[in-house]
């Protein structure tokens, strides 16, 4: 069965610091991944996204995300964060079924950013 | 011009009442989606709606109904509504039903029953 498991609950950071949040996925065929991050009191926002080609992903907000099939890996990456960067972050899995695509969200992580 | 939109934001109600979440698309897509997010911020697909063919989430109570009147609209109608449905209800949509589409989500509505 597929799932997507966020090793983090939470993080905190200090502004203009790295950032890595980690994901891993259970998918037996070749994953479709997404990020999404969720600013308080907001709906969802597609960061990236993966479907082939390319094991390094650019995104929006200055965010990356890297592939690593043989560590059933799609870690988020940003070299400096802003303070703005406060919000939840969301892993994704896609599954395809005969009607639609269905996600598979991990449980999140929290990003606190401190100055 | 919002994407995905969901009204209302905010739904407070007593327990087993009736209600309604609406929600919209302006994008054109053909596959729309509700979500639950719980307390501990889990998200967990409950219906997805393509062309009138509705997949559900097979723990959904069936207290929880999704209509939808056009292709732009998705609502769900939950009945007799009880504490554990407290949560934020998300609506996304997509423009097909492939494993490429990336999925739109609404502002989300946080519903609490008392």
């Known amino acids: 069965a597929q799932s997507v498991t966020q090793p983090d609950i939470h993080i905190t950071v200090s502004e203009g610091a790295s950032l890595e949040l980690r994901c891993n996925y259970s998918?037996?065929?070749?994953?479709?991944l997404f990020w999404y991050v969720q600013s308080p009191g907001q709906g969802l926002q597609l960061l990236l996204k993966?479907?082939?080609?390319?094991?390094l992903v650019q995104g929006i907000k200055g965010f990356e995300a890297e592939f690593k099939r043989s560590q059933s890996s799609f870690n988020l990456r940003k070299p400096s964060v802003h303070w703005s960067d406060a919000a939840e972050y969301f892993c994704?899995?896609?599954?395809?079924?005969?009607?639609?695509?269905?996600?598979?969200f991990g449980t999140g992580t929290s990003l606190t950013v401190i100055p | 011009d919002t994407a995905v939109s969901q009204t209302p934001k905010y739904l407070v109600t007593q327990m087993g009442n009736d209600k309604s979440i609406k929600c919209e698309q302006n994008?054109?897509?053909?596959?729309m989606y509700w979500y639950k997010q719980d307390s501990k911020k889990f998200l967990k697909i409950m219906f997805s709606?393509?062309?009138?063919?509705?997949?559900i989430n097979e723990t959904v109570p069936n207290r929880f109904s999704p209509k939808s009147p056009d292709k732009a609209h998705l609502n769900l109608h939950i009945n007799s509504l009880e504490l554990g449905d407290s949560a934020v209800y998300f609506c996304?949509?997509?423009?097909?039903?492939?494993?490429?589409?990336?999925?739109?989500f609404g502002p989300g509505t946080r519903l609490l029953v008392l």
């Open positions: 996304a949509s997509s423009h097909d039903r492939g494993r490429q589409e990336t999925q739109y």
């Open positions: 998918y037996g065929a070749t994953p479709y």
């Open positions: 993966y479907f082939s080609g390319d094991t």
């Open positions: 994704a899995v896609a599954n395809p079924t005969n009607t639609g695509n269905q996600f598979y």
């Open positions: 994008l054109g897509h053909d596959t």
């Open positions: 709606y393509n062309n009138k063919e509705l997949i």
